[in-house]
């Protein structure tokens, strides 16, 4: 499966700290995303990193992707209580099929 | 970004019977995704709807169990059939991610149980 497994599961932090979150994946990807989604509503897109891009950054948030090591990692920083959702990341190849890993729930302690 | 509106938002059905989902697109789209999201679980997807042809079915997905239609392209419809407590899940229709290149725009989702 290509699925990607994001790691840790679950995360919980101090307000104020910074959050990391990896995904790794199993075979060539066109590109790989990392949605967020707050308590059982729809995804929300964040990032969008391409296969031939290494670092990628958008406000808080700073997505590196290793082709090599087939993984990504997303580095929220100054976390908010608002950042409190579930993160998954997604993975494209081939065809127009976004596939999405298992997410990591974080936890942002006041 | 494409705006989504789904209904309902939630429903509680019984066993046995069927849900139909609305998916609204405010501009019109190639190819819309069906994900299902079971209980603290990731999305997987169910099927790609095609406007003008069958929709394309995941591996463990059938269209009798989810019928789906593609009217046009501003619209979608899942049914999810003959539902048992295991089809209690949230449902999200999401557009773009063309050849994979773009973000997938979710609507808000369709939280279903069945009781």
């Known amino acids: 499966s290509q699925q990607g497994e994001e790691d840790p599961q679950a995360l919980s932090i101090q307000e104020g700290e910074n959050a990391t979150m990896n995904c790794s994946y199993k075979?060539?990807?066109?590109?790989l995303q990392w949605y967020r989604q707050n308590s059982g509503r729809g995804l929300v897109h964040l990032i969008l990193i391409r296969s031939n891009e290494r670092e990628k950054h958008s406000g808080r948030l700073r997505v590196t992707l290793d082709t090599s090591k087939k993984s990504s990692s997303l580095l929220i920083t100054a976390s908010r209580a608002a950042d409190t959702a579930s993160y998954f990341c997604?993975?494209?190849?081939?065809?127009?099929?976004?596939?999405f890993g298992k997410g990591t729930r974080l936890h942002i302690l006041p | 970004s494409a705006v989504i509106s789904q209904k309902p938002s939630r429903d509680i059905c019984q066993r046995g019977t069927s849900l139909t989902i609305q998916c609204q697109v405010d501009s019109q789209v190639t190819m819309m995704f069906w994900y299902r999201q079971q209980p603290g679980q990731s999305l997987t997807l169910i099927a790609t709807a095609n406007q003008g042809s069958e929709a394309t079915y995941e591996s463990g997905f059938v269209i009798d169990k989810f019928p789906i239609s593609r009217p046009n392209l501003t619209f979608s419809t899942l049914t999810v059939s003959n539902l048992s407590p295991e089809d209690s899940s949230i449902y999200l229709c999401?557009?773009?991610?063309?050849?994979?290149?773009?973000?997938?725009?979710f609507g808000n989702g369709t939280r279903l149980t069945v009781t």
């Open positions: 075979t060539s990807i066109n590109n």
């Open positions: 999401s557009v773009g991610g063309i050849q994979g290149n773009s973000p997938l725009h």
């Open positions: 997604a993975t494209s190849w081939g065809d127009d099929k976004i596939i």
